[in-house]
C-alpha cells in the first residue's frame, strides 16, 4: 500500500451470501482474477451507486492515488429467494457487453445490482480507524462528516478519504481481505 493509511478507500462489509461463505467467495474471486486479471464484486443497494464512485476515483486519480478496496468481515448472512446469475455489464447503462464466463455474479435480478472491479485480494489483518476518514457525500469530499459515524448499521459500504483529526473518538474495525480498485472501477450489472 501507498502508505499505513490510504488515502483513498472504498470500505465494504462481506459475509456469507447466496450460499456461499466468504471463504468461498474470496476463492472465487482471485480464480477469476487470475483467469481475467480482475475480479469482479457484486453489490446492491443505494450506498456507492456507480456515478458516486466514479467521481470518487476521477479524484484519486488526479492526486495520482489508488483507491484500495477494503473488506471487513460481517457475520450475517444474506439470503434471496431467487438467485440468478448476471451476464451483462455496463459502464453508462446505454452499451451492454457480456461478463466473461470466467466471472460469477449472483443475487436477486429484480433489484438494481452494480460490481466493482479490483485486484490482488488477499487476506489482511489491518486495524483501521475509520474516525479518521471523511465521507463522499455525492459528489464532494465532506470534512464535516467522518465513516466512524457513517459506517454503522445497515450501512455496509462507503468511500472514504484520509483527512487526520486530532479531537476526535477513535473508532478501530478490522480489515480482513485488501484489493486495488482498477478499470473500468464500478459498473451496472444485469
Not at 38 to 61: A, D
Not at 103 to 125: D, M, Q, Y
Not at 176 to 186: C, D, K
Request: net charge positive; glycine share 4%.
Amino acid at each position: 500500500m501507498e502508505t499505513e493509511n490510504p488515502q483513498y478507500i472504498l470500505l465494504m462489509k462481506a459475509g456469507p451470501y447466496c450460499g456461499y461463505t466468504l471463504p468461498e467467495i474470496i476463492e472465487i474471486k482471485q480464480k477469476e482474477e487470475k483467469k481475467t486479471g480482475k475480479f469482479f464484486w457484486g453489490y446492491s443497494g443505494v450506498f456507492c451507486h456507480p456515478k458516486t464512485l466514479q467521481n470518487f476515483v476521477l479524484q484519486s486519480i488526479s492526486n495520482s492515488k489508488k483507491v484500495y478496496i477494503l473488506l471487513t468481515e460481517t457475520k450475517s448472512s444474506f439470503e434471496t429467494p431467487k438467485v440468478e446469475q448476471f451476464t451483462k455489464y455496463s459502464t453508462d447503462t446505454n452499451h451492454w457487453l457480456n461478463l466473461p464466463e470466467e466471472i460469477l455474479l449472483v443475487g436477486n435480478k429484480s433489484r438494481p445490482h452494480f460490481a466493482i472491479t479490483g485486484n490482488k485480494l488477499h487476506a489482511v489483518e489491518m486495524n483501521l480507524d475509520i474516525s479518521q476518514y471523511c465521507l463522499l457525500n455525492g459528489l464532494l469530499i465532506n470534512k464535516d462528516r467522518y465513516l466512524n459515524n457513517y459506517f454503522k448499521y445497515r450501512v455496509d459500504k462507503a468511500c472514504g478519504y484520509y483527512s487526520p483529526r486530532e479531537d476526535y473518538t477513535e473508532k478501530i474495525i478490522k480489515v480482513n481481505y485488501l484489493a486495488e480498485l482498477v478499470s473500468p472501477y464500478s459498473i451496472y450489472i444485469k
